[in-house]
C-alpha cells in the first residue's frame, strides 16, 4: 500500500503560470481533501471531495480549482498562480469522516 | 463553526520531563478530536483521535491525551520526552458542512515540540 501519493514533490512557478497537482491513493476512501500549510497558519481546506465526482469549496478556495473524476484520484488546479499561492500543499483522503491519512505534500514557489 | 486553539507556538522541554501541549476547541456539535504529528519535510501522521466512548485516549509513541468536554479541551501529554518527539504537533476537530456532513478538518496553528538534551 503507498497510501496517499502527491506529484510533484516540488514546482517553480513564474507569476501567472498555470499547474496541475496530482493526488492519488490506493485505500479506497470516499473522502479526499487538499489543504495548504503556511508559517505559523496550520493547514487551511481549499477544497474536497466526498465521492467520485464531487467537489466543495473549503475555507480558501480563491484561485484553486479541483476535478475528482476516478475515486482514487483529486486533482488541484492553479490556472493563473500568484505569489500568494507560494505553500506547501498537502492532500488527504480518509473513509467517510474518520481520520485522515496525509500525502507527504508538494512545496510550490511561485515568483 | 469550529475552531481551535494552540497555546503556545513553542514549547521546550528537557528529554525525561513530562511533555504537555494544550488544544482547546469550540465546537457547535458532539467533535472528533485530533492530534496529528508532523517531522520535519514530511506530511502528518495521527498520533491519536477522540470520536466518542473513553475520554482518555492512547495514541502511539506513547502519547496521550483527555477528552474534557467541560473545558472544551483536549491536551496531548508524554511522561517522559524523548529526543525523537521533536516536531511540529498539531490539534485538529471535525468539521461539518451546513447539511451535517463532514467537510475536513480544522486545525489549530500547530506548536513546535522542541527537546532539550
Known amino acids: 500500500n503507498a497510501g496517499v501519493t502527491q506529484t510533484p514533490k516540488f514546482r517553480v512557478l513564474k507569476t501567472g503560470q498555470s499547474m496541475t497537482l496530482l493526488c492519488a491513493q490506493d485505500m479506497n476512501h470516499e473522502y479526499m481533501y487538499w489543504y495548504r500549510q503556511d508559517p505559523g497558519m496550520g493547514l487551511r481546506l481549499i477544497h474536497y471531495s466526498v465521492g467520485e465526482g464531487t467537489t466543495a469549496k473549503g475555507e480558501v478556495p480563491d484561485g484553486y480549482n479541483v476535478s475528482r473524476l476516478k475515486k482514487q484520484n483529486f486533482l488541484l488546479g492553479l490556472e493563473s498562480a500568484a505569489p500568494s499561492q507560494t505553500s506547501v500543499y498537502f492532500c488527504?483522503?480518509?473513509?467517510?469522516?474518520?481520520?485522515?491519512?496525509f500525502g507527504p505534500g508538494t512545496r510550490l514557489t511561485v515568483l | 463553526a469550529q475552531s481551535v486553539t494552540q497555546l503556545g507556538s513553542h514549547v521546550s522541554v528537557s528529554e525525561g520531563a513530562l511533555v504537555l501541549l494544550r488544544c482547546n476547541y469550540s465546537s457547535s456539535v458532539p467533535p472528533y478530536l485530533f492530534w496529528y504529528v508532523q517531522y520535519p519535510n514530511q506530511g502528518l501522521q495521527l498520533l491519536l483521535k477522540?470520536?466518542?466512548?473513553?475520554?482518555l485516549v492512547k495514541g502511539i509513541n506513547g502519547f496521550e491525551a483527555e477528552f474534557k468536554k467541560s473545558e472544551t479541551s483536549f491536551h496531548l501529554t508524554k511522561p517522559s520526552a524523548h529526543m525523537s518527539d521533536a516536531a511540529e504537533y498539531f490539534c485538529a476537530v471535525r468539521t461539518l458542512s451546513s447539511g451535517g456532513g463532514a467537510d475536513g478538518l480544522t486545525f489549530g496553528k500547530g506548536t513546535h515540540l522542541i527537546i532539550q538534551p
Open positions: 477522540y470520536t466518542t466512548g473513553a475520554t
Open positions: 488527504a483522503s480518509s473513509k467517510m469522516d474518520n481520520e485522515q491519512f
